[in-house]
Nanobody
């Protein structure tokens, strides 16, 4: 089992930046894939970005060049740096890890991009 706690969401103006964090309750060194998803009332939960244990990354086309995913194994924490935010980035952001025995989600953190 892994407990995940997201933080860093909030209200930001278009063009602004936020950094989301996802703290895990155990070591993440052996976790192969960690990812950020977002959900809005209009859409299903969608993959935003993912990172593997060897540092390979994958991004949704809509966030390429603006968002950066990273992980700090020493701090057991996953990050999402979000720059040049747009209103369409608004949503609840969740982190997810997949380990032997299942996948685990955090509780989510709200990001609102609005003037």
């Amino acid at each position: 089992q892994v407990q995940l706690v997201e933080s860093g969401g909030g209200l930001v103006q278009p063009g602004g930046s936020l950094r989301l964090s996802c703290a895990a309750s155990r070591s993440i060194v052996s976790i192969y894939v960690m990812a950020w998803y977002r959900q809005t009332p209009e859409k299903q939960r969608e993959l935003v970005a993912a990172i593997t244990s060897d540092g390979s990354t994958n991004y949704a086309d809509s966030v390429k060049g603006r968002f950066t995913i990273s992980r700090d194994n020493a701090k057991n924490t996953l990050y999402l740096q979000m720059n040049s935010l747009k209103p369409e980035d608004t949503g609840v952001y969740y982190c997810k890890v997949s380990v032997t025995g299942g996948s685990f989600w955090g509780q989510g953190t709200q990001v609102t991009v609005s003037s």
